[in-house]
Each structure stands twice: as structure tokens, then as C-alpha cells.
């Protein structure tokens, strides 16, 4: 009988303390899928970050605009809740800071920068769950405050028939304030809903680089 040689090719290492561990070559595909997930978590976070960036941007807007409304009778109670939570400013602040903290992160991968994302994002998720809830109420006070305003003008219009035209004119105002209302309102809502689902996304992302960081070390 023809003896066969089997070959297993190993690669050995030293450790610091002098061992020697020898090692397959099958440690390499591993390795090689780690490098595959880490780079296409880094890619969908870059994607989640400049969307998050972006939708932050617009809230943020939105609410510069509607703070700076000159007073609408009627309808200041709408979005007066809206404006004095900080909701247009404080959560946008908070939906940036956590997408720059993130490419930071995402370039240097250290567990305090992994723990800060993720508590950025988790914060994120509250104050866009907040937010929701917010805009839905002033969305929700939009009609009452809309028939309130036709009610008065129809009152003006019943006293001062003769100002007919005018009066007409300044119902019509009323129904052009809602929708210029509604439809800022109806943006930022669906842009925080958007919100919460990223900020979400996130935090489960950094948590599960927090778990292999902390695997790691």
C-alpha cells in the first residue's frame, strides 16, 4: 500500500508569552465576512446619515418659518404648542448631532464614541416619538380653529352686509391659512415620522457594533 501524504497547512503564530498557536487557513474566509458586514455597515450608515441630516435640516426650517408668522387669529393656539415644546429646534439639534456623532464613529470605531451614538439615537427616537405626537394634536386643531374663523366672518358679514365682498374675501382667508398650515404641519410630520424610523435603525446598528466592539476587546 502507497502511503498518502495529507497536507493541512497551518500558520502559526507566537503569542507575547513565547506559545505557539497554529492556526488554519479557515480563520480567513471568517475574517473575510467580518470585513464584508463591517464595510456594509459602514456604507448603511453613511446612507441613514444623510438622510437623517437632510430631514433634520428640513424640521428645522419648517419651524424657523413658522415661528417667524406674523400672529394669525385663530390659529396661533394650532401651532403655538408646537413652537413653545422646541420640538422644530431641539429635536432637529438632536437628529443632526447624532448623525455627525455617527460618521465620526463610523471613521473611528471606539466603544465610547459606539455608546455615545447609541444614546444620541435612542434620544433621537424619543424626541421624534414627542414630536409625532405634537404635530398630530396641532393637525388635529387645525379644522375647529378653521370653522371658528368662518364663523367669525360670517357674524362680520350678517352686520356689515355691505362690505359683502370683503368679508368673502377674508373667509377665503381662512381656508388659505389652513392649508398653508396643514400642509407645513402634514410635511413635518411625515419627515418625523421618517425620523423615527432611522433614529431606530440606528440605535440598533450601533448596538450591534457595541456588542462585537465589546466582543473584541
Not at 165 to 186: H, I, K, Q, W
Not at 201 to 211: D, H, I, K, N, Y
Request: aromatic share 8%.
Amino acid at each position: 500500500m502507497i502511503p498518502q501524504v495529507v497536507t493541512n497547512e497551518t500558520i502559526t503564530t507566537i503569542s507575547p508569552n513565547g506559545i505557539n498557536f497554529p492556526q488554519t487557513e479557515e480563520s480567513q474566509p471568517t475574517q473575510q465576512r467580518q470585513d464584508s458586514l463591517k464595510k456594509h455597515l459602514k456604507t448603511e450608515i453613511k446612507v441613514i446619515v444623510a438622510i437623517q441630516i437632510m430631514c433634520a435640516v428640513t424640521v428645522l426650517a419648517l419651524g424657523i418659518i413658522l415661528a417667524s408668522v406674523p400672529p394669525v387669529p385663530y390659529f396661533n393656539s394650532v401651532f403655538s404648542v408646537l413652537l413653545k415644546s422646541g420640538y422644530p429646534f431641539i429635536g432637529a439639534l438632536f437628529f443632526i448631532a447624532s448623525g455627525i456623532l455617527s460618521i465620526i464613529t463610523e471613521r473611528k470605531s471606539t466603544k465610547p464614541l459606539v455608546d455615545a451614538s447609541l444614546t444620541l439615537n435612542i434620544l433621537s427616537v424619543s424626541f421624534a416619538f414627542v414630536g409625532i405626537i405634537i404635530i398630530s394634536v396641532s393637525l388635529a386643531g387645525l379644522h375647529p380653529a378653521s370653522e371658528q374663523c368662518k364663523q367669525s366672518k360670517n357674524l362680520s358679514l350678517i352686520e356689515y352686509d355691505y362690505y359683502q365682498p370683503f368679508y368673502n374675501s377674508d373667509r377665503s382667508e381662512c381656508a388659505v391659512t389652513m392649508s398653508v398650515l396643514a400642509g407645513a404641519l402634514s410635511v413635518m410630520l411625515i419627515i418625523s415620522v421618517l425620523e423615527l424610523g432611522l433614529a431606530l435603525l440606528s440605535a440598533m446598528l450601533w448596538l450591534r457594533e457595541g456588542v462585537l466592539t465589546s466582543l473584541r476587546m
